[in-house]
């Protein structure tokens, strides 16, 4: 039977409060923290740790306990970290007493969940170091594995991850780089030595992320023993079976009175009734199974939209210009040597704020709304530009005192 591997992001940004043009120059103050509104910072986390964080958490901290047999990952931005440590110490040291029972594998990412890899690898390889020092001081762990921002992958990235000195790396599994070849084993970056890819078995990972509480969906409702049916019906067809998600799946996206949190307390016991069944972290499955294949991934896959790229982010002349401008700026703001200056430069690269200007429509467009503070796409954007119009005055004054 294949392995289970329960990969989980965690995630929150540090949103853009509406910033007028006549904010410039009188307001540095960039990040809604302070406002009690209820999708200020402070808000956010506090409403998605006790819907989520808190109560999902201790789910797991009890499951490990009763199955030992049981294991996790998680991947934590550098961003919800920080928040989590200000807003949440509570939810902060669940995660922490999760992981200290060494069921739990954590994966490095971007510190600020950003697109860097893709403008410029300078900067990508220091979010990276600061990531990994981050959950070293917080965790007392050193990750193995690599996830991009929303498994954001090409070929490239996986080679650098590789000189990064990561043993593997994830993505999303969608069948127009796979071809007839399954998701559920273990693959090579094409460009690679040794590095292994996990890629997501999407169809799975979404009855749980999507359409667990759909009432018009054909399997509704979702129990932990059709679900388990449905891997046991792998056997013999794959090493493992990467089910990969949002952590708000749990709370969040689907309510508590969906069963949602039921149907995670029941899952392992389902899946091991089963003697060959077994759960892994992603380190273990690199570790126990070899490539069966190169995957060669050329153009850009992420596992965001029906279109799998990076649409979402940059998808129309808003997003590509907002992008653009943002990373003009580095080497300016390295050279400045200015904290602040350098810290507000990244937070703006945070992929969720070109995230808030996509115009994409229908049942994408409704998920790119649910997210999103603004009242539309265009209030997103005229924050942002009126954001880095300031930050291009405070950066020109650090410059001039050189």
Known sequence: MPSICFYFQVHQPYRIKKYSVFDIGQDHKYFDDENLNEKCNRAVIKKVAQKCYIPTTKVLLDLVHRHPEFKISFSFSGTVLEQLEEYSPEALELFQRLVRTGNVEILDETYYHSLSFFYSDEEFVRQVKMHREKVKKLFNYKPKVFRNTELSYNNELGVL???????GIITEGWERYM???SPNFVYRPKGANKIKLLLKNYKLSDDVAF????KGWAEYPLYASKFTQWINSINGSG?????FMDY???GEHQWEDSGIFNFLRALPTEVLKHP???FKTPSEVIASYDCVDDMDIHNVLT???TERDLSAWTGNSMQKSSLKKIYELEEDVINSEDISIQEDWRKLQTSDHFYYMCTKWFSDGDVHKYFSPYDSPYEAFISFINVLNDFRFRLDVVKSNL
């Open 161 to 167: 991850v590789e000189k990064l000195g990561y043993d």
């Open 179 to 181: 071809g007839d070849r």
């Open 211 to 214: 359409r667990f509480s759909n």
């Open 239 to 243: 090493q493992t079976i990467n089910l």
């Open 248 to 250: 708000e799946t749990f």
């Open 276 to 278: 060959d069944n077994n």
């Open 303 to 305: 596992w965001a939209d």
